[in-house]
């Protein structure tokens, strides 16, 4: 048997290989089928190699420890039929058991060792991406794509999800024509594609096209309904582009329909959420009671540190909704698993975790001088937290945020010019830069 790129498959059942090129497509296209459709092509043929692994990625891809039992109960299934695999589906066992192990940076290497000798591997393509993207490293986000490119051709299936996955890379590397022009054919090639249609959000945001970005991403509410939460990052940048045009209510009404948390445990609605309710309130926007029920989970998810951008936004909601008590709790945690070294994302709480999530309690505990000491020094600086520029701008707003507050005003001026140098058309940057100026030396 063999998958959708023609690479063999260990199975007997053609049920159960046809079932999991569904899978590998569903899991491109942010299918909320996905899990279920690994898990029929499982049911198919129970020695199923690459299924059970595609089922850990799955889990893994969760960015909680509250699902890691169940990623390693799908490596040891992988690993328990992987005799007679071939040596494509063993590399494939040997990630994922890296990754479970939180050595992610290993999982990366063999993820491109893969794609050395078999470039059309869209699993490997895809979770190579995925680990890059949450460790911040950029040129090799855009470098995956771009290495196997000239092995895909327009007939196989993913070849647009490629493109997608290549635009993303340009973009956060700062290619930002390559990345519109890659990201716009790859949405023509494969509509279903959200990553492709995301990328060129990105560049519209990073490029303060907030009208075009609206009607990139404006659609019905239910527009994309059978999609996993990721669909809630694409509402979210729609609030954006609204928020960035001055446009409060509409953002604000997004957040309610669209972004909100609404009991998802799921790490990518809680940093949707946070962020979007802590720009508002920057710009001075009554937010209400919203706050309450991220806080809550934040709460009872302490020692959680699946993913470090997800801590920074758990303590937002906590310092906001002013639990302090908990907050500390959660520096302990973060303290207590920055202490050990067996997974690789340990250095990264050590070094920016800890210090981003102490200057966002400081700036709520009214501590401006000292918020600003923490962030100042990872200003530029944060790409290991992972996540993209457009999502860790959040980081940038409190710096200059807390400078102006701690009347650091000629800080602010810097942070301010350097925004406004490298977004000239941020309209909020913009007033600012000129506010604080006029403040400074009494001309706009």
Same mark, same amino acid.
């Given at each position: ?5 023609g690479?063999?498959?260990t199975t007997?059942?053609q049920?159960?290989?046809?079932l999991?090129s569904?899978a ?13 459709s690994?898990k029929d092509?499982i049911a198919?043929?129970?020695?199923f ?7 850990g990625y799955?889990f893994m891809?969760y ?10 109960s ?6 328990a039929h992987?005799?007679g695999t071939?040596e494509r ?11 479970t192990e939180g ?6 290497l ?5 794609l050395s000798a ?5 699993v490997?393509?895809?979770?190579h ?6 460790t911040?490293?950029?040129h ?6 771009a290495s196997?490119l000239?092995h895909w051709?327009?007939?196989l299936?993913?070849?647009?999800n490629?493109l997608?996955?290549l635009?993303?890379?340009y973009e956060?590397?700062g290619?930002?024509r390559e990345?519109?022009?890659f990201?716009?054919?790859a949405?023509r090639?494969?509509p279903?594609d959200?990553?492709?249609l995301?990328?060129?959000a990105?560049?519209?945001e990073?490029?303060?096209?907030q009208?075009?970005?609206?009607a ?8 994309w309904s059978d999609?996993?939460?990721?669909k809630?990052h694409?509402w ?5 582009f609204?928020?960035?045009?001055g446009?409060?209510d509409?953002a604000l009404a997004?957040y309610?329909r669209?972004?909100?948390n609404?009991g998802?445990? @799921?790490y990518?609605?809680?940093? #949707?959420? *946070?962020? &979007?309710l =802590?720009?508002l ?5 009554d937010v209400?009671d919203?706050w309450?029920a ?9 020692g ?5 951008f997800?801590?920074?936004h ?5 310092a906001k ?9 959660l520096l302990l945690?973060?303290?207590e698993?920055?202490a ?10 050590r070094?920016?975790?800890?210090p ?8 709520e505990q009214?501590d401006?001088?000292?918020a600003?000491?923490? @962030?100042?020094?990872l200003h530029n #600086?944060? *790409?290991? &937290?992972? =996540?993209?520029?457009a999502?860790?701008d959040?980081v940038?707003?409190?710096l200059?945020?807390a400078t ?8 602010t ?5 350097e925004r406004?140098?490298l977004?000239?058309?941020?309209r ?5 830069h000129k506010d ?9």
């Open positions: 048997m063999k998958d959708a790129q690479y063999p498959l007997s059942s049920e159960a290989a046809r999991y569904v590998q497509q569903n899991l491109l296209e942010y299918r909320l089928v996905t899990m279920q690994v092509a198919a043929d129970p020695h190699t690459m299924a059970h692994c595609l089922r799955q891809m960015g909680s420890f509250s699902v890691l039992n169940n990623a390693k799908a490596l040891r299934l992988a690993d992987a005799a071939t589906e063993r590399m494939h066992v040997e990630a994922l058991r890296s990754w050595r992610t940076g290993k999982a990366i063999i993820w491109e060792q893969l078999y470039p059309l591997d869209i490997a393509l895809r979770m991406h995925f680990n890059c993207f949450w911040g490293r950029q090799s986000l855009r470098g995956g794509a196997v000239e051709t327009e007939d299936p993913g070849y647009g490629v997608g996955m635009a993303f890379g956060e590397c290619q930002y990345a519109e022009k990201g716009r054919i949405v090639h494969n279903q959200l990553w492709a995301h990328a060129v990105h560049v519209l990073m490029e303060d096209r009208q075009e970005g609206i990139w991403l404006t659609r019905p509410e239910d527009h999609r996993n939460p990721f809630g694409l979210w940048h729609l609030a954006l609204h928020l960035e045009s446009q409060h509409q997004l309610d669209s972004v909100r609404d998802s445990t @799921f990518l609605d809680i940093q #949707n959420a *946070a962020s &979007l =802590a720009r309130e920057l710009l001075g926007v209400g919203r309450v991220l806080a809550d989970f934040a709460e009872k998810s302490i959680d540190h699946g993913l470090i997800t801590d920074l758990y303590m937002m909601a906590l909704e002013r639990r302090f008590d908990a907050a500390e709790r945690s973060m303290e698993f920055a050990q070294d067996a997974a690789d994302s340990a250095a990264v709480v070094t920016l975790g800890l981003l999530c102490r200057g966002i309690l400081r700036f009214g401006y001088a000292a600003v000491e923490q @962030f100042a020094p #600086n944060d *790409a290991p &937290l992972g =996540a993209s520029h999502q860790r959040i940038d707003q409190y200059i945020e102006l507050r701690a009347r650091n005003l000629e800080r001026r810097m942070l301010l010019a406004v140098t977004r000239p058309r941020n909020t940057a913009l007033q600012r604080v100026s006029r403040r400074i030396y009494g001309t706009g």
